[in-house]
C-alpha cells in the first residue's frame, strides 16, 4: 500500500511563475521528509528537507511546506525556470532508516 | 565529490538468468538500498542493508537477494531472471545517523529481460 502519494503525474508551468507540487501520506510516525529531483538517465538528487518539528524550510527558489494534521507536504518553486524541468519525488522517513518514496511528478517549466 | 556508482548503465538478459547488479559508494555510508523504478509507481524498495552482512527486506523483495560483504558495496541478485523485472533499478546510500538524512543515488541500472 502506498504510504506516500503524488496525486499529479504531470505539471506544466510558464517560466517565471511558481511552481507547487503536491505530496500526501497516511503513515504519522514519519518525522522526516524529502524532495529528490530526477533528470531522465540520472539518479535522484536530494533537494529540500523538512522536520515534522517545523512547518517551512527554504533553500533559495525552493521552499517545503508541511501541514502535519492534514499529512501534507508541497514543493514550491518561485520563480521557475526551463532547468527545474524533471521529475520530482517527495519521501518520507520511517522507522529503521527506511524512505518511503512518492510516484513522482513530471514538472515542465515552459518558456 | 560524493559517489555512488552502478557497474552497468544498460543491461540486457535472458529469461532465466542470473543477474548480479553491483553498486559501490566511496563515503563510508552504514545504510545502502536497492530501488527500482517503473512509470506510475515511483521508486519501490527491494532490500536496504544497514550493516556489513546485514539485510533488510524492503516493500518487493521477491524475486531478487542481496549481498553486502563490504561496507562500500552492496549487490542486488536476480537468482532467475523474468520479464516483470525489466526496470530501472537505483541504488542509494546514506549515512545511519538521522541527522544526516540524504541518500545519494547512483545513476541507475536499465535492465531489460527478454
Known amino acids: 500500500d502506498q504510504q506516500v502519494k503524488q496525486n499529479s503525474p504531470s505539471l506544466s508551468v510558464q517560466e517565471g511563475r511558481i511552481s507547487i507540487l503536491n505530496c500526501d501520506y497516511t503513515n504519522s510516525m514519519f518525522d522526516y521528509f524529502l524532495w529528490y529531483k530526477k533528470y531522465p538517465a540520472e539518479g535522484p538528487t536530494f533537494l529540500i528537507s523538512?522536520?515534522?518539528?517545523?512547518d517551512k524550510n527554504e533553500d533559495g527558489r525552493f521552499t517545503v511546506f508541511l501541514n502535519k494534521s492534514a499529512k501534507h507536504l508541497s514543493l514550491h518553486i518561485v520563480p521557475s525556470q526551463p532547468g527545474d524541468s524533471a521529475v520530482y519525488f517527495c519521501?518520507?522517513?520511517?522507522?529503521?532508516?527506511?524512505?518511503?518514496f512518492g510516484t513522482g511528478t513530471s514538472l515542465t517549466v515552459i518558456p | 565529490d560524493v559517489k555512488v556508482t552502478q557497474s552497468s548503465r544498460y543491461l540486457v538478459k535472458r529469461t532465466g538468468e542470473k543477474v548480479f547488479l553491483e553498486c559501490v559508494q566511496d563515503m563510508d555510508h552504514e545504510n545502502m538500498f536497492w530501488y527500482r523504478q517503473d512509470p506510475g509507481l515511483g521508486l519501490r524498495l527491494i532490500y536496504f542493508s544497514y550493516d556489513v552482512k546485514m539485510k533488510e527486506k524492503g516493500d518487493i523483495p521477491e524475486g531478487y537477494s542481496v549481498s553486502r560483504e563490504k561496507k562500500e558495496r552492496f549487490s542486488l541478485i536476480l537468482e532467475s531472471a523474468s520479464t516483470n523485472q525489466t526496470s530501472m533499478y537505483l541504488c542509494?546510500?546514506?549515512?545511519?545517523?538521522?541527522?544526516?538524512?540524504?541518500?545519494?543515488f547512483g545513476p541507475g541500472t536499465r535492465l531489460t529481460v527478454l
Open positions: 542509494a546510500s546514506s549515512y545511519s545517523h538521522r541527522k544526516w538524512n540524504e541518500q545519494f
Open positions: 519521501a518520507a522517513l520511517g522507522a529503521g532508516n527506511q524512505f518511503y
Open positions: 523538512i522536520s515534522s518539528i517545523k
